[in-house]
């Protein structure tokens, strides 16, 4: 027997846009076993879409989607909406290689109008939905659902002031699940957000309205605000008042009965944008996600029964506690020393330094720009802080790093995880571009760690650097099993290493690449290629000394790197030109991530593509070198 029996009569919205409640709250439960099912099988994001599933129901039973607009912000809790918007056939592919998104994504279905990944995006888009629509005279709504924690980003509030001075019918749906912005959620919240939702009470309003509009304009405006703060006095949401926007709520996110009037109230109000708190729980209706938020916000394989995930062993620690460990150490030592992250404590390493000390830990919310110019106000102080970003969430904060940052050659120190591919979070989360927007920067000190015993040293580099700032990249991942120093030396600024001698190609390495470089130059020593390989450390400033040398040596010159083209290599590629070294016939080849946004996949194929694996190195080695590739086990 199906668990799963009214969900399977389901593949679109509107095959229960005529249930009632009831049976609403029976494919609630049952999108909820379907999610739990699914991703115990592969792994992704699941407290966050635990907690939306009876929005998610709820939404496309109000809503005539994909006619009415549907954004999701971030996408995290994605989950539930895929399975009912004809894709549940294919969830256990998310995340995988040719696979489903794990978040939302425009070419993959007409009920994604908008595709997300980063925070905050999603009131932004809908704005632009609805002037598209008011533009062609359409009548269609217009929903943006977006969690409390994304409402900590500036874009959001920068979206919502705009809001209500162009759009009329607008829905944001505010997903609290975390921060305590809530009065306690029951009976008389839930009845009060009916009452003003209500067309009983619409219908008053714009009676007193157009009564009011007849009256003098300071007595409209004393009326208009009035009415806002009696009603905010009693539900909450005066913030949002303020802000334009009509508030209901707070309401119990997981009460079927409670939310489909209030959806349906709401969606019929029309004379100005609407704000709809919802009080939810990540993880609801799993015991090990409820119980345990964090671990679960984003899973491994999982037993459904007991919630063990199966979680690799491995003989290295990652890079990220090693960023973490280290920093600590430089800490105990250095009481100038301070972290900030943006809502990532964990993902970045902080979780460790903020339990160490937690006075010299700042996590600033989803607010990367803010994270930058506070990083910058601290280093002008006097202090020395570690701003830790992932690589991809630091474009969002690129205009503070020029121009707070850079231009007043402030020491803020970047710590860039998750640099590179990242495998099943795809395009919207690979480190793919900090070596060229980085390395663009005057005075920027630019360094990336082949190992994690290179990133100890380099976060001892940055310690030392008081007169301009700096950064180190590192992948997602754990390392390559070196042995970290108790206390690691700090490098010497711009100067590289020669790992391996050699005569006939030179292979020079940015980043984690090495390990498969000394690998390219066994696969050539087997051809009889004698290649020399080394480790550049820094993209800022070059080792000039060590790539002349290179050049002057060696017929050809490799350079490999984890990032997009107009990175290292071309900085390589342009000092060459400007020494005059390409003028004795060196041939120079890039290597570097190719020209287009990979899906995700298993990272190891995803460099694979990209070829940036030992077999694609040697092979270009030996084209620079004009020999032919097909008389021995090298392959392109």
Request: aromatic letters at 8%; proline letters at 4%; one cysteine or more.
């Amino acid at each position: 027997m199906s668990k799963t029996p009214l969900l399977d009569t389901v593949t679109y919205p509107a095959d229960f846009r005529g249930f009632d409640v009831a049976q609403l709250r029976q494919l609630a439960d049952e999108v909820r076993t379907e999610t739990i099912d699914a991703v115990s099988v592969t792994g992704g994001h699941l407290g966050a879409g635990l907690g939306v599933v009876e929005l998610t129901v709820a939404l496309h039973h109000v809503f005539e989607t994909p006619r009415d607009i549907l954004i999701w912000d971030v996408g995290h809790q994605c989950y539930p909406h895929k399975i009912v918007t004809g894709r549940r056939d294919r969830m256990r592919t998310i995340r995988q290689g040719g696979g489903l998104s794990g978040f939302t994504k425009r070419s993959e279905s007409e009920y994604d109008p908008f595709g997300a990944a980063h925070a905050s995006t999603s009131i932004s888009a809908a704005l632009g939905f609805c002037a598209a629509r008011d533009q062609r005279g359409d009548d269609n709504k217009v929903v943006a659902v977006i969690g409390d924690g994304s409402m900590s980003a500036g874009m959001a509030y920068e979206a919502m002031n705009n809001a209500a001075e162009t759009t009329r019918q607008l829905m944001v749906v505010l997903n609290d699940n975390d921060m305590s912005i809530a009065p306690p959620v029951g009976g008389m919240s839930a009845y009060l957000a009916k009452l003003v939702s209500g067309g009983a009470y619409q219908n008053f309003r714009r009676f007193g309205k157009q009564v009011v509009d007849h009256l003098p304009r300071p007595f409209r405006d004393a009326a208009r605000k009035a009415e806002e703060y009696a009603r905010g006095m009693v539900t909450g949401g005066t913030f949002f008042e303020e802000l334009g926007f009509y508030y209901i709520g707070p309401i119990d996110g997981h009460d079927m009965e409670t939310l489909v009037p209030i959806l349906k109230n709401a969606a019929a109000i029309d004379d100005r944008p609407v704000l709809v708190h919802v009080v939810t729980q990540k993880g609801k209706g799993y015991g090990p996600a409820e119980n345990s938020a964090d671990k679960y916000h984003g899973v491994v394989k999982f037993d459904v029964v007991s919630g063990k995930q199966a979680k690799s062993i491995s003989n290295a620690p990652s890079y990220t506690k090693v960023f973490g460990t280290e920093l600590i150490k430089r800490a105990e030592r250095d009481p100038r020393i301070v972290a900030i992250t943006a809502a990532m404590p964990s993902g970045t390493g902080l979780d460790l330094f903020g339990q160490a000390f937690p006075k010299r830990t700042f996590d600033v919310g989803i607010a990367e720009q803010h994270a930058v110019t506070f990083a910058a106000g601290l280093a002008a102080d006097g202090m020395r802080p570690f701003c830790a970003i992932y690589s991809t969430f630091l474009q969002r904060g690129y205009d503070q790093v020029v121009h707070d940052v850079a231009i007043q050659g402030l020491p803020v120190r970047f710590a860039m995880d998750r640099a590179g591919l990242v495998g099943a979070d795809g395009a919207t989360h690979a480190g793919s571009f900090d070596i060229g927007y980085m390395g663009a920067l005057p005075g920027m000190v630019l360094m990336a760690a082949a190992d994690e015993a290179e990133l100890a040293a380099m976060i001892a580099t940055a310690c030392e650097i008081d007169d301009r700032p700096s950064a180190f990249r590192y992948p997602r991942g754990d390392g390559v099993g070196v042995e970290i120093p108790e206390l690691a030396a700090p490098l010497e600024i711009g100067k590289g290493r020669i790992v391996r001698e050699g005569t006939a190609v030179a292979l020079l390495s940015f980043g984690t690449r090495l390990q498969e470089t000394l690998k390219a130059a066994d696969l050539l020593a087997a051809r009889g290629v004698s290649a020399t390989v080394a480790d550049a450390r820094f993209a800022k400033p070059l080792d000039e000394e060590l790539i002349l040398r290179l050049a002057r040596e060696h017929e050809a010159l490799v350079t490999i790197e984890e990032g997009a083209m107009g990175g290292f290599g071309a900085f390589v590629l342009q000092m060459l030109a400007e020494k005059g070294a390409l003028d004795a016939g060196l041939k120079v080849r890039t290597m570097h991530l190719p020209d287009t946004f990979q899906d995700q996949d298993k990272p190891e194929l995803m460099y694979a593509e990209a070829g940036l694996n030992a077999e694609h190195i040697a092979a270009r080695a030996l084209a620079a070198l004009g020999i032919d590739r097909a008389a021995g086990a090298v392959r392109a």
